[in-house]
Nanobody, 128 residues
């Protein structure tokens, strides 16, 4: 498995922007589908965005489409989540995840069951 460490979460006002980072260990990182999920208090963990191993395909939850952008770092083993026009309902712990079971997969999974490596999460709080 790969080790994942998220960073970048903090308190921000509604309408603001944040960029979350997910640093990964392992030489095979570039072959994994990567995803971002979030979990608000009292709610289940939900899909936010995913990116294929090549970076050529991205997927978003309807709730963040047009506001969030997932990308892969060019050089370092890093995945980013750029979040713009933040809303109070975006408040949650954000988790980075890797699908290490299938390298170079053409299928991008958007459910928690499709990912087997998870970071510890980073808190994003959006004030109104």
């Amino acid at each position: 498995q790969v080790q994942l460490v998220e960073s970048g979460g903090r308190l921000v006002q509604a309408g603001g922007s944040l960029r979350l980072s997910c640093a990964a260990s392992g030489r095979t990182f570039s072959s994994y589908t990567m995803g971002w999920f979030r979990q608000a208090p009292g709610k289940e963990r939900e899909f936010v965005a995913a990116i294929s191993w090549s970076g050529g395909s991205t997927y978003y939850a309807d709730s963040v489409k047009g506001r969030f952008t997932i990308s892969r770092g060019v050089v370092k083993n890093t995945v980013y989540l750029q979040m713009n026009s933040l809303k109070p309902e975006d408040t949650a712990v954000y988790y980075c995840a890797a699908d290490t079971a299938a390298r170079y997969s053409v299928v991008v999974v958007t459910t928690t069951l499709g990912y087997d490596s998870w970071g510890q999460g980073t808190q994003v709080t959006v004030s109104s």
